[in-house]
């Protein structure tokens, strides 16, 4: 069995919820396919690993809201 890395307990320590953890790793793996023009990700793996990766290293911030979604 394949060990994920990042872990789910490892990536949990840098966000308030898992839905918050999900948001943030989608939007930053979106940017990064739109980014690549010249298949950079198929080298470096697929965009949402590398964005979970990036999260754990603590390369992306993100501000959590008070107010919610409306």
Same mark, same amino acid.
């Given at each position: 069995?394949?060990?994920?890395? @990042?872990? *789910?307990?490892e *990536?949990? +320590?840098? %966000? ?8 943030? /790793?989608? +939007? #930053? %793996? $979106?940017?990064?396919? =739109?980014?690549?023009? =010249? !298949?950079?990700?198929?080298?470096? !793996? +697929? @965009?949402?690993? $590398? /964005? *979970?990766?990036?999260? %754990? /290293? =603590? $390369?992306? #911030?993100?501000? @959590?809201?008070k =107010? !919610?979604? +409306?």
């Amino acid at each position: 069995m394949m060990m994920n890395r @990042p872990s *789910l307990d490892e *990536l949990m +320590k840098k %966000a308030d919820s898992r839905y918050t953890l999900v948001v943030v /790793a989608a +939007k #930053r %793996a $979106r940017t990064l396919m =739109e980014k690549d023009t =010249e !298949g950079i990700t198929s080298e470096t !793996g +697929k @965009p949402v690993t $590398r /964005a *979970l990766k990036e999260i %754990a /290293a =603590e $390369r992306i #911030r993100f501000q @959590p809201t008070k =107010e !919610g979604i +409306k």
